[in-house]
């Protein structure tokens, strides 16, 4: 693997952030969609773009190498909808996505999809990462990766380029929700960031 390769996804998801900001500043009739993706574009470009220049001075090899030396193993889909609440205890279902990675990837996907359910609440945050670290104490470097992964707006980039590879005759009124909330909890994200791991952009 590449020594870390989050530098080159996120060099593409900005990429492809732009690609989309092109397109839709040529069309001449604009979506609800549309004009919701240019209102909260440079905000969320801002985030985007602020991630890439944090990389670069960033060291992150030996979480890499870690995980690579150790073959870790991650889940690759953990999320609420792949966890079962049994009489014996949980159990998680649908490893398709199983492959050989950082093992904080699945603990920032799972903790990613909770606070955006959630609004970025920080007691909760705060109390899932102290559960985490009481069985498997977080390194310094793992509050790093943690940290990248969640500044950088994820669904953002995600809906809109949803959005560019998909029929726009019709966007379906889900997707709006999607972004406009993105945008919204930027407030509620940046907060978070401050109190739980000392970040302000």
């Given amino acids: 693997r590449e020594e870390n390769p989050v530098?080159?996804?996120?060099?593409?998801?900005?990429?492809?952030?732009?690609?989309?900001?092109?397109?839709?500043?040529?069309?001449?009739?604009?979506?609800?969609?549309?004009?919701?993706?240019?209102?909260?574009?440079?905000?969320?470009?801002?985030?985007?773009?602020?991630?890439?220049?944090?990389?670069?001075?960033?060291?992150?090899?030996?979480?890499?190498?870690?995980?690579?030396?150790?073959?870790?193993?991650?889940?690759?889909?953990?999320?609420?909808?792949?966890?079962?609440?049994?009489?014996?205890?949980?159990?998680?279902?649908?490893?398709?996505?199983?492959h050989r990675d950082v093992q904080m990837e699945d603990l920032y996907y799972f903790l990613r999809k909770v606070l955006e359910k959630s609004g970025w609440k920080i007691r909760l945050g705060d109390g899932m990462l102290n559960a985490y670290s009481a069985i498997h104490p977080l390194t310094e470097g793992e509050m790093e990766y943690l940290k990248i992964r969640l500044i950088y707006p994820e669904k953002f980039w995600k809906t809109a380029n949803s959005y560019y590879c998909t029929n726009k005759a019709w966007i379906s009124v889900k997707n709006i929700e999607k972004l406009q909330t993105a945008i919204r909890q930027t407030e509620e994200k940046k907060m978070f960031l401050k109190e739980v791991f000392g970040f302000e952009l």
């Fill in 7 to 98: 530098i080159k996804e996120y060099a593409r998801h900005n990429r492809e952030l732009r690609k989309v900001r092109e397109f839709v500043c040529r069309r001449s009739v604009k979506s609800p969609f549309e004009i919701a993706f240019l209102k909260g574009y440079d905000q969320m470009y801002f985030w985007a773009d602020r991630v890439l220049k944090i990389l670069e001075n960033m060291d992150l090899d030996s979480v890499f190498k870690e995980a690579e030396a150790e073959n870790h193993m991650v889940h690759g889909d953990y999320n609420y909808h792949n966890l079962l609440v049994c009489q014996e205890g949980m159990a998680v279902t649908g490893f398709e996505h199983a």
